[in-house]
């Protein structure tokens, strides 16, 4: 029974046995955006956050249409992550509200490319959830820090028919902050990769093309005058020409376009 814990045993090392010498600086290269978030929201400015050649933590903001004219220097002895949050202020969308894109160095390096995929922002956040977890827990903790997880054995399962057929169609709707907290403190089974539970809900808001948070899902089904959405937990978002909904499972409010 293949556990995930067993990542961690061993070190990825991806660039000590590397002789050639490495770019200075990357190209970023971002995904396309998913057809319904273009429709309904057209071209982002992105947020990009990386750690340096220095180990620093560093952030640019910039216009999607500049994709091709951003180039960083990323942190080169171990496993790094970029992550990118594409954010629409002007409707109320700020960076973090809609799921990031993302890489991981130097995995996803092509040449002086560094090409980020909506894939790539589930690793990047797992990466600061484990980093984040490792920091808190006692035990264990500096071999579990997230330079020594196995990503190309954490992709290939995350892409596999052996996990749940919902979660490897959307792994936004796993809970990464519970699941990160897990592995680092005792490890879990693979089985522990399963969606959050979630609670179908109906809204009367305007007709139209309706849109959640992550890159993965269809546009929500609209049907008689009702919005049919799936709430995870805490504060959801769900976005269209009509406005911004945000929801819990115990209140919502619409934000129209003319009153952001």
């Not at 209140?251 to 952001?260: N, T």
Request: charged share 20%; aromatic share 12%.
């Amino acid at each position: 029974m293949l556990k995930i814990s067993i990542f961690f045993l061993v070190a990825v090392a991806v660039l000590g046995s590397c002789t050639e010498i490495l770019p200075s600086s990357y190209q970023i290269v971002l995904p396309a955006l998913p057809d319904t978030w273009e429709a309904v929201l057209g071209t982002p400015r992105w947020r990009l956050e990386w750690i340096n050649e220095a180990g620093e933590k560093e952030r640019r903001d910039f216009d999607g249409a500049d994709n091709n004219a951003i180039a960083i220097t990323v942190m080169q002895e171990w496993t790094t992550p970029i992550v990118a949050y594409p954010y629409w202020s002007s409707r109320g969308l700020f960076p973090g509200t809609m799921k990031p894109a993302g890489a991981l160095f130097p995995l996803d390096v092509d040449g002086t490319r560094l090409v980020l995929t909506w894939h790539g922002g589930i690793d990047a956040s797992l990466y600061g959830e484990l980093a984040a977890a490792a920091g808190t827990e006692k035990t264990k903790a500096f071999t579990r820090l997230p330079l020594y997880f196995n990503w190309v054995g954490f992709r290939e399962l995350l892409r596999s028919d052996s996990i749940n057929e919902d979660l490897r169609a959307d792994p936004w709707q796993a809970d990464w902050r519970t699941l990160a907290a897990r592995l680092v403190r005792s490890g879990f089974d693979r089985r522990a990769l399963v969606p959050q539970a979630r609670q179908r809900m109906l809204f009367p808001v305007a007709d139209g093309t309706w849109i959640g948070t992550s890159p993965f899902a269809a546009a929500l089904d609209y049907q008689n005058g009702v919005l049919i959405a799936f709430l995870i937990d805490g504060l959801n978002t769900f976005v269209s020409s009509a406005g911004v909904l945000r929801c819990t499972q115990d209140a919502w409010i619409l934000v129209k376009p003319e009153d952001q």
